[in-house]
């Protein structure tokens, strides 16, 4: 079903085999239904210091260190670097509207069962985010107890450079490799991306990963091909119902 796209990848970064060991999912708006809530809550808390981050914004840039997005606002919008405080305060702020105003976010449609077809797959499932909240990370844990670990999660603290660059991921075949038992990161080609903005997807291709890029917003498919995907699918149920013709070994 899906051999041109691997067949594809494999000569672009001139790799010989696909051979997948770790899967790598992004999490907010992949793992869980959130990118509303943080597109809400990024335009409010931006507008309340006198920057503008739309609803859009939030989804294109998806991915990148929150830390980076308000550096980068108040850089273009304001002609200045943002201090480390102010940088902590608007975080802080748009935390608190995420804390306060929403419920439980709800988890992603199809990611739990995917992730269970993949461990008994043999897949290891590492998750890759640009958050850097713990309280965040450790649900994620919770929530995918048995398919996610706390050590095979990559976060913002992880990072020097966020989303687009590759490091995140390159981090992850790190972690994975360690998991493994190996002294060296697993290779790109034995590895997916999930991931379902542009920033991301970039990212994952960056990394010479396999990179899936599943559209679960309002963004045309056309930013996501772009971006670099291997494959553009949607939704994340499409993903959990195919992903045997991906993984060989699949029962």
Not at 61 to 89: D, F, L, P, W
Not at 100 to 118: A, D, N, R, S, Y
Not at 174 to 196: D, S
Not at 214 to 238: E, Q, R, S
Request: aromatic residues 8%; contains cysteine.
């Amino acid at each position: 079903m899906y051999k041109k796209n691997i067949e594809q990848y494999l000569q672009k970064n001139g790799f010989k085999e696909f051979a997948p060991k770790a899967v790598l999912f992004d999490m907010d708006g992949v793992i869980y239904d959130s990118m509303p809530c943080h597109a809400y809550a990024w335009n409010k808390a931006t507008q309340e210091f006198g920057l503008l981050f739309t609803e859009e914004d939030t989804y294109i840039h998806e991915g990148m260190r929150g830390e980076e997005v308000i550096a980068n606002c108040t850089r273009e919008q304001k002609g200045y670097e943002a201090s480390e405080e102010e940088i902590r305060t608007i975080y802080g702020r748009k935390a608190e509207i995420i804390a306060t105003e929403f419920g439980v976010i709800p988890k992603m449609p199809g990611t739990h069962e995917l992730m269970q077809k993949l461990k008994a797959a043999g897949m290891l499932i590492v998750v890759v985010t640009g958050s850097g909240q713990h309280s965040t990370l450790r649900r994620v844990a919770s929530d995918h107890e048995g398919l996610v670990s706390e050590e095979l999660i990559v976060s913002s603290k992880d990072c020097t450079r966020g989303k687009p660059h590759p490091q995140p991921y390159l981090i992850g075949l790190e972690k994975a490799g360690r998991a493994l038992g190996r002294e060296e990161a697993i290779k790109p080609w034995e590895a997916i991306v999930v991931e379902n903005a542009p920033m991301g997807i970039e990212a994952g291709v960056a990394a010479k990963i396999f990179t899936i890029g599943v559209n679960t917003g309002p963004l045309d498919d056309k930013l996501l091909w772009n971006a670099g995907a291997d494959l553009v699918i949607k939704p994340m149920t499409a993903l959990r119902d195919s992903i045997r013709f991906l993984i060989i070994q699949m029962p």
